[in-house]
């Protein structure tokens, strides 16, 4: 009798173990959290994604399946070079540099002209300082130089001393994280590559159910799940989508990768969201033209920071400068369009050596690409077959570094090329024309990243987005190392929705 109450009890206590394992209870930074078995699903593994999928696996203990299309990791994120925003964050205290995020969030709605969605911004603004100390405390990145992008007041984009690009370090260090995380506990993180997302389930209820996607033999599966976020990035690489919305930079090469191409918009426009602000794309002033292939579709980005650190920009057959560099990258777009030869849309970059020894890793690259290329002020007159005279460029060098008041407003001018600038001086320098870069438009999210439909409402219960994918956030003009910024602030607010509700 009492041997077979025993095995009752030892019956009831498995049975006991195995439902709870089906809803485990984690504690977390004094958090109680209910994990159910569904995972939550990441589309995109770009930085918006890879913030959500390490918020939710490392800090909540959230299970999470990560999806790509690419048989690699990181998206347009891994390409990122100048770096990444943040007002009052500790490397601005460290370096006595003066901000706020009221400031912040003033340059950003005054580049967004009317655009865009107001609230998003401050959002955006006021968690970029948590933003960049999550990075730093979480992941062990420095974060801790600094420069000051077009359109900006103060220095506000992070970049690391490491002189690793920060897309590169970003990506690398957050996907290395979330590796970890799934060798050491396979459940908790799966990440899928060469995977497509072509659908979502939403049920009649208005609840998401699940998500299609065709795997990596062509088959098409279903995963259920309650919760998904989008984070597939924009649409800058497709012709097709360029011209649905804004026909007239068709014809304009792009630095996006081929994976760019909106698949995130259109199935979110189809399932009911608000699509907004989908004509405003950004062109990027400044992308290399590489003389072994003039017009390649393709062009690796000239990095703002070049501008930031102190590049200039030239008439190609003047050799005179014709713009404050470091105003919005639109007027400065503009300005090459209306001003440089209509022919070939073209400006030359020019720096000098000290910023050279600043941001040396990058210029190195671009140097090992043959895109720019290191000489005499004279030497690059004759390169490009300049029409002034020599003396009258080398005099333009040398007022531009040496008045007190700049010709063009330029707010900041740091590494220029010296009183002393003359003929032998070392220069670097490249061509550049401008390039589709980044699409401001998406489908529209709110302050909790949860997908909106045209009526304001969330569109359906599980659904949100992060990054480029969305819209609302930038307006028509995203300021240079905002996106970076609205992937972390944006990625973590979503997964910090799912968490309360899971
Ligand atoms: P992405 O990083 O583009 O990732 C999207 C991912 O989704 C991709 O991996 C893609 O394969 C995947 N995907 C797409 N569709 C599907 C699908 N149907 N199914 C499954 N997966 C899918 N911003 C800054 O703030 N600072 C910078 O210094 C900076 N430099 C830049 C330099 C370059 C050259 C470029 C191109 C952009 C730069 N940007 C910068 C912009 C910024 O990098 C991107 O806008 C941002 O990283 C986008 O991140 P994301 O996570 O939203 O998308
Ligand atoms: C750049 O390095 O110029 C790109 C920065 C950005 O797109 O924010």
């Not at 159910?36 to 390490?54: E, F, Y």
């Not at 506000?156 to 996907?175: A, D, F, K, Q």
């Not at 930079?249 to 602000?277: H, R, S, Y």
């Not at 949100?464 to 969305?470: I, L």
């Amino acid at each position: 009798m009492v041997r077979s109450s025993r095995k009752i009890l030892l019956y009831l206590t498995v049975i006991a173990l195995v439902l709870i394992g089906r809803q485990i209870i984690q504690k977390k930074s004094n958090q109680m959290i209910k994990v159910t078995k569904q995972p939550v699903v990441v589309i995109g593994s770009g930085l918006a994604g890879l913030t959500a999928s390490n918020q939710l696996a490392n800090s909540y203990k959230i299970p999470v399946i990560l999806l790509d299309k690419a048989k690699s990791i990181g998206g347009n994120s891994i390409k990122a070079s100048s770096g990444i925003n943040g007002a009052l964050s500790t490397t601005q205290e460290s370096l006595k540099v003066k901000d706020s995020p009221e400031l912040f969030l003033e340059d950003t709605v005054k580049s967004a002209k009317g655009k865009g969605v107001e609230p998003l911004m401050k959002k955006l603004t006021s968690d970029s300082r948590s933003a960049i100390s999550w990075l730093q405390e979480s992941f062990g990145l420095k974060l801790d130089k600094l420069a000051q992008l077009g359109g900006h007041s103060t220095a506000r984009t992070h970049r690391s001393s490491t002189n690793i690009p920060p897309g590169y370090e970003l990506v690398s260090t957050l996907s290395k994280a979330l590796k970890k995380t799934s060798e050491e506990n396979p459940d908790l993180v799966q990440i899928l590559l060469n995977s497509k997302v072509i659908d979502v389930i939403i049920n009649k209820s208005g609840q998401v159910e699940g998500v299609k996607y065709i795997d990596e033999t062509g088959e098409t599966q279903i995963l259920q799940t309650s919760n998904v976020i989008f984070s597939t990035g924009g649409f800058g690489y497709s012709k097709d989508m360029l011209e649905k919305y804004n026909p007239d930079l068709v014809k304009l090469p792009t630095t996006n990768g081929e994976q760019t191409t909106g698949d995130g918009q259109n199935i979110l426009e189809k399932l009911g969201a608000k699509m907004i602000d989908m004509s405003e794309i950004q062109v990027h002033p400044t992308g290399f033209i590489d003389n072994a292939n003039r017009d390649s579709n393709w062009k690796f980005l000239a990095a703002e920071a070049l501008r930031g650190l102190g590049g200039i920009l030239l008439h190609p057959e003047t050799g005179k400068r014709f713009v404050n560099e470091l105003s919005t990258r639109d007027s400065v777009t503009a300005a090459i369009q209306n001003y440089c030869p209509k022919n070939d849309n073209r400006a030359i970059i020019l720096m000098s050596e000290s910023l050279y020894s600043n941001y040396k890793a990058n210029v190195d690259f671009y140097m090992s690409k043959n895109l720019v290329f290191k000489g005499t002020v004279k030497e690059m007159v004759d390169h490009y077959n300049i029409k002034s005279p020599l003396d009258a460029v080398v005099q333009g060098l040398k007022h531009y570094s040496t008045a007190s008041k700049d010709d063009f407003n330029r707010p900041l001018i740091v590494n220029s090329f010296g009183k002393d600038v003359n003929s032998n001086t070392i220069v670097y320098y490249g061509e550049i024309t401008p390039v589709v870069h980044f699409t401001m438009g998406g489908a529209q999210i709110d302050e909790h990243s949860q997908v909106l439909n045209t009526a304001n409402k969330p569109l359906a219960k599980g659904l949100y987005a992060a990054g480029e994918v969305s819209g609302g956030v930038h307006g028509a003009n995203r300021l240079g190392g905002s996106s970076l910024l609205e992937c972390v602030v944006y990625g973590r607010t979503a997964a910090n929705s799912i968490a309360s509700r899971y």
